[in-house]
């Protein structure tokens, strides 16, 4: 009595996780590879994708994660055919930014916003509102408002990533009333008038 046994051999299953990234906070890329009929999916962690049984799951990871993805074929159940592929997913930090501290301005003075330096080198710069400023595409521009402001500043680094961050610029105005008793009926005469300054810091300079 002769038995004739048959070996069943699978091809190699290939698959590519897609190559190594590095994202902004907040951001997502699509990993993984096109999707091949009667293969089965299975990425971990799945905690920050779009899916977990799927081919190409977008992922937003708060921190570096490094993903597995196991693909199986469905076709041989026998012999299960399997593989597997890694892809490391990294997050830039978010750029450091300075709009300097709240302050106040004379009317008709001028300040510089932002710090030293306001952001890292190759930032770009968006001051918005732009009303009273020299530049709004300065690290460090100069404002002469006439009036109470708040200015947001908008700053893209060199990774693409973004971050803002605010100021607020207050005016003081000084305004002053004079009262006194007019005389009509002599020449150099001794008289006395009282001014009430209305605004500003004390101590005034008359």
Not at 35 to 46: D, E, G, H, K, R
Not at 50 to 75: E, R
Not at 136 to 146: F, M, V
Not at 162 to 171: A, E, I, L, R, T
Request: net charge negative; hydrophobic share 35%.
């Amino acid at each position: 009595l002769w038995y004739r046994f048959n070996t069943l051999r699978g091809f190699k299953i290939v698959f590519n996780a897609g190559e190594d990234a590095t994202i902004c906070p907040g951001d997502s890329i699509l990993i993984g590879s096109s999707a091949q009929t009667n293969y089965i999916y299975q990425w971990n962690p799945s905690s920050s994708l779009s899916g977990s049984a799927i081919a190409q799951p977008f992922a937003s990871p708060d921190s570096a994660t490094i993903y597995i993805v196991t693909v199986t074929d469905t076709l041989n159940l026998i012999c299960p055919n399997s593989s597997a592929d890694t892809i490391l997913v990294s997050v830039f930090s978010l750029p450091v930014i300075q709009t300097g501290n709240d302050a106040s301005v004379c009317t008709g003075d001028s300040l510089i916003l932002g710090g030293n330096p306001t952001a890292p080198n190759g930032s770009i710069y968006s001051w918005s509102p732009s009303l009273y400023l020299d530049n709004a595409s300065l690290p460090n521009p100069q404002s002469t408002p006439i009036a109470d402001i708040t200015y947001i500043l908008n700053v893209t680094d060199s990774n693409g990533c973004k971050q803002s961050d605010s100021v607020s610029v207050n005016v003081i105005q000084v305004q002053a009333t004079i009262s006194g008793s007019p005389t009509t009926d002599c020449i150099n005469c001794n008289g006395q008038a009282t001014v009430n300054p209305i605004g500003g810091i004390f101590p005034y300079s008359y």
